[in-house]
């Protein structure tokens, strides 16, 4: 049922032309991770960079192709730009010498251009929704992003990106799955979601390796890395494993996260991982009816602690059904409700980001972004 409706949205897509190459989308290859489930058609639309601005006319008339296919219940369809030409591999910010800590094998994801971790010291404060939403923001703003689900205890991908797909595996690598115009990979994706996951430290580590090194990432500009949460195996090999250019900190305005959140930075900078910034999360309440605005925890807390620790602060999130909603439906709030002003806070932070990732990039070259 789900194929037949999936051939027939392909079908439908066959009919919206490119009006610059004249070609068909579909044959064109700008249809992305099309995903269909229980009548709900998603993909991203790939087109050329420096036609970002003028595509929304293409995007509007596949997603009125698409639902104007019987069984169709909706539709969304988002734009990703992409480069015309496929930027070289680019080289790390750690010098070569940095590349091969002693004792060491090789640093895993060599073509990904800055590995950034999202962290927190607390559970459950919103890593795994601040790192697909600012995955998806990247990958919307024109970089090749991929997403890593580093939680190998409670993987969250599978649901935040509303897929149990098996990647297909060619030869030795895995290939990550497409999602939202960006490549995502989670041992949930591998392993059956009701398996009770029992692992010890080094399993994690081998685990987590494998993701990194065994999937078929390709050159990406940036990976994004949701961690599990607090200060332990994953971390390390993290850290040890691959030149993290960053980590993003997410912390909710509460004292008690606040201090779990200042443990999460003292561990980046003790293993010489630069932080990034901090984002509150929750950072306060808008009623869903109203629109009226509650600081339920205090908002303003985290900006303040960032200020102590000497970090950048990126921003606040609001604590929003529709933030939840969306991300428990596998649709991030970035690609689903790009107008929102959600959608907008989160686009905020990943441009901060990008210009962050820039400046450090500095004298040597490293990442293109532009
Ligand atoms: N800004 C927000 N507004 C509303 N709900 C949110 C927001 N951020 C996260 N949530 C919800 O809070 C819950 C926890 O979020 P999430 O899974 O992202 O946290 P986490 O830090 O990754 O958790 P864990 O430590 O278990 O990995 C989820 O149900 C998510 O949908
Ligand atoms: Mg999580």
Same mark, same amino acid.
């Given at each position: 049922?789900?194929?037949?409706?999936?051939?027939?949205?392909? $079908?439908?897509? &066959?009919? =919206? @032309?490119?009006? =610059?190459?004249?070609?068909?989308? =579909?044959?064109?290859?700008?249809?992305?991770?099309?995903? *269909?489930?229980?009548?709900?058609?998603?993909?991203?639309?790939?087109v050329p960079r420096e &036609?970002?601005?003028?595509?929304?006319?293409?995007?509007?008339?596949?997603? &009125?192709? =698409?639902?104007? *296919?019987?069984? *169709?219940l909706s539709a969304t *369809? !988002?734009? $990703?730009?992409?480069?015309?030409?496929p930027a070289k591999p680019t080289p790390h910010a750690h010098g070569p010498a940095a590349k091969t800590p002693p004792g060491q094998g090789a640093m895993l994801l060599p073509d990904v251009g800055a590995i950034i971790a999202v962290a927190s010291g607390k559970g459950g404060v919103g890593k795994s929704t601040t790192a697909v939403n600012l995955a998806v923001a990247l990958a919307m703003q024109g970089l090749r992003v991929g997403l890593?689900?580093?939680?190998?205890?409670g993987p969250s991908l599978p649901q935040m990106l509303g897929t149990h797909e098996r990647p297909r595996a060619e030869g030795q690598s895995i290939i990550p799955l497409s999602r939202w115009g960006l490549k995502a990979m989670s041992i949930g994706f591998l392993v059956e979601q009701e398996t009770p996951m029992i692992w010890r430290g080094p399993m994690v580590m081998g685990a987590l390796e494998q993701l990194m090194g065994q999937v078929a990432w390709g050159a990406l500009d940036v990976m994004v890395v949701d961690m599990p949460p607090g200060t332990g195996d994953a971390q390390l090999t993290m850290s040890q494993r691959v030149p993290l250019a960053g980590a993003v900190i997410v912390s909710t305005p509460q004292d008690v996260a606040l201090i779990d959140a200042r443990r999460g930075v003292r561990m980046f900078e003790k293993v010489n991982v630069p932080v990034l910034g901090l984002i509150e999360n929750m950072s306060f309440f808008?009623?869903?009816?109203?629109?009226? @605005? $509650?600081?339920?925890?205090?908002?303003?807390?985290?900006?303040?602690?960032?200020? @102590?620790?000497? !970090?950048?602060?990126?921003?606040?999130?609001?604590?929003?059904l529709a933030i939840r909603e969306l991300a428990d439906a596998g649709t991030p709030i970035v690609a689903a409700r790009p107008d929102s002003e959600e959608a907008a806070a989160y686009q905020r932070i990943a441009s901060r980001l990008r210009e962050k990732l820039a400046e450090r990039a500095g004298a040597g070259p490293r990442i293109v972004i532009d």
């Open positions: 049922m789900g194929e037949m409706l999936e051939q027939a949205v392909r $079908t439908a897509l &066959r009919s =919206v @032309r490119d009006p =610059v190459t004249g070609q068909d989308v =579909v044959s064109a290859g700008m249809v992305d991770g099309l995903a *269909v489930k229980a009548g709900m058609v998603q993909f991203a639309l790939q &036609r970002a601005r003028e595509s929304e006319p293409l995007r509007a008339a596949a997603e &009125r192709a =698409v639902a104007a *296919v019987p069984g *169709v *369809v !988002v734009l $990703t730009a992409h480069r015309t030409e890593l689900d580093a939680d190998i205890y808008c009623c869903p009816n109203c629109g009226h @605005r $509650t600081d339920i925890f205090g908002h303003g807390g985290a900006e303040a602690e960032a200020k @102590r620790l000497g !970090v950048e602060f990126l921003g606040g999130l609001p604590l929003k």
